[in-house]
């Protein structure tokens, strides 16, 4: 029975990160909010393979990751991008594309539970690939105006509940004799995190981003292809027959 629960601990876990961020962006502490955010992604990865490992996948497990990913990965982000950028612009487009993204989020996790997905493929966007980049983001307000903030949130929402294709790592299995590494390897994370927040944030953002975009050029690939696959095909049917 213990041995079932120790998923959910991980989930828990990613849960309890994402309201310690909420907590720390509203206490005006941003870069730890943020970092918290990719640690909680970390748990997120991990408590699908260790229930693998330990043969322990329930129902009860994946709707507890959905709502655990609803507040840490869409409401966490959320709040750490207004309250850094959006705060002092409270127009109308600022509280849309707040709200925005925790909805796109919502509906991107509803779809992911009742539809089969593309073997080996995400459709969409995953909530915690763009809740890291919203979250890591923030950490450039200075450099980013308000306006731009809220047309990348609003892109990153979009994302979420497009048909693009992304490639699925967590089918990626964990050993079952490594699980115990799990825990150490999360507070080695933690500590890493505080001791340097921003720096780490920073870093992480650059492949987050990549992955956000590789659904967007592997679409307009594929797109592109088509298209010379039709126009061939329609060439060849326009040519006269040689009888």
């Known amino acids: 029975m213990l041995t079932r629960f120790i998923p959910n601990l991980f989930t828990l876990g990613n849960l309890f990160l994402g309201m310690m961020a909420i907590l720390l962006a509203i206490d005006g502490n941003y870069s730890l909010a943020a970092i918290l955010v990719i640690i909680a992604m970390l748990l997120d990865g991990l408590d699908g393979r ?15 990751d959905s709502l655990s990913d609803m507040v840490s990965f869409g409401a966490a982000p959320a709040l750490i991008i207004f309250m850094v950028s ?22 991107r996790l509803a779809r992911f539970n009742v539809r089969p997905g593309i073997p080996g493929y995400f459709t969409g966007l995953p909530i915690p690939a763009a809740g890291g980049v919203l979250a890591t983001l923030s950490l450039f307000n200075k450099d980013i105006g308000p306006v731009s903030m809220m047309i990348a949130t609003l892109l990153l929402s979009y994302l979420m509940v497009s048909s693009l294709k992304y490639p699925n790592f967590k089918k990626v299995g964990l050993p079952r004799k490594a699980i115990w590494i799990a825990p150490w390897v999360i507070v080695f994370a933690v500590v890493v995190a505080v001791m340097f927040p921003e720096q780490l944030s920073k870093l992480i953002f650059i492949p987050l981003v990549l992955y956000a975009l590789y659904g967007m050029k592997h679409n307009m690939r594929t797109a592109a292809s088509r298209n010379r696959a039709k126009k061939r095909k329609e060439e060849k049917s326009s040519r006269p027959s040689d009888r």
């Open 50 to 64: 260790v229930a693998r490992a330990l043969n322990a996948q329930s129902e009860f497990g994946k709707e507890l």
């Open 86 to 107: 959006f705060q002092d612009a409270t127009t109308v487009l600022a509280w849309i594309a707040t709200a925005s993204f925790p909805i796109c989020g919502a509906i």
